[in-house]
């Protein structure tokens, strides 16, 4: 079973965040276990401090080294000692690589996770060249802080995880599952507002459904994701339905 811990001063957060639908499932049918650790809880101090001001001046605070890594070290160590589980340790940050679904795919045939959430102005910098296997950016913007970041990439790990989603094959014609954005889906009515669903749709043609939907997956990706689809891996088959 795959352990994912949040290391974060915000458990309840992120706890919500990935305890609902699939992932909720995920968890009932120990396929994940979720965890969490509060540095604040590994404060020695009479006001508990998990941050300070920034050495070298400027605004905001930062996340402390020692109850930062007090947490981490627990989490890590509360795993089971069972040979060859290791702990792999995430860090969402701005700063990061970009976290694509082949990341999710890696993450996901992994034992357990630590993800390190940083609030404020982030985490003092030892801690995270200590302990960082990989820093993750979910995109060129910036959070409040790397909870609902790490609940997003727990979220496309879990998934993965066999059993999780009801209908493997969905998994397969997912975007980014072969490199290529998903095809649009319609249902129920036939016309909305005037507007018809693809008559092929309903043509009960399985070959030709199956055609219409990697043409409109080859369209899509061509005309929204040209980074994407420079570095499809794209068949004979592919440019005749281009054409
Ligand atoms: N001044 C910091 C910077 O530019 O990196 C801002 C830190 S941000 C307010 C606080 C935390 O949110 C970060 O330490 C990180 O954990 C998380 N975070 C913010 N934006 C993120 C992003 N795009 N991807 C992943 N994590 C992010």
Known sequence: MLRIDFVTLFPETVLSAVRF???????????????????????????????????????????KAETTAAAIEAVVSRQPPVAGRQSFIIFPDPAGELFR???????????????????????????????ADRRYSLGDYVLSGGELAAAVMADAVVRLLPGAVGAPESLEEDAFADG????????????????????VLLSGDHARVADWRRRQRLLATRERRPDLFARADLSTGDLDLLK
Request: charged share 30%.
């Open 180 to 199: 290529l954005l998903t095809y649009p889906q319609y249902t129920r009515p036939e016309v909305w507002e005037g507007r018809r669903a693809p008559e």
């Open 101 to 131: 679904q082949a990341d999710a795919a890696e993450l996901s045939r992994k034992d357990h996770l630590v993800f390190v959430c940083g609030h404020y102005e982030g985490i003092d910098e030892r801690v995270v060249e200590k302990y």
């Open 21 to 63: 639908s699939i992932l909720k499932r995920a968890e009932e049918n120990s396929l994940v276990a979720f965890g969490t650790a509060n540095p604040r809880d590994f404060a020695t101090d009479r006001h508990r401090t998990v941050d300070d001001e920034p050495y070298g001046g400027g605004p905001g605070m930062v996340m």
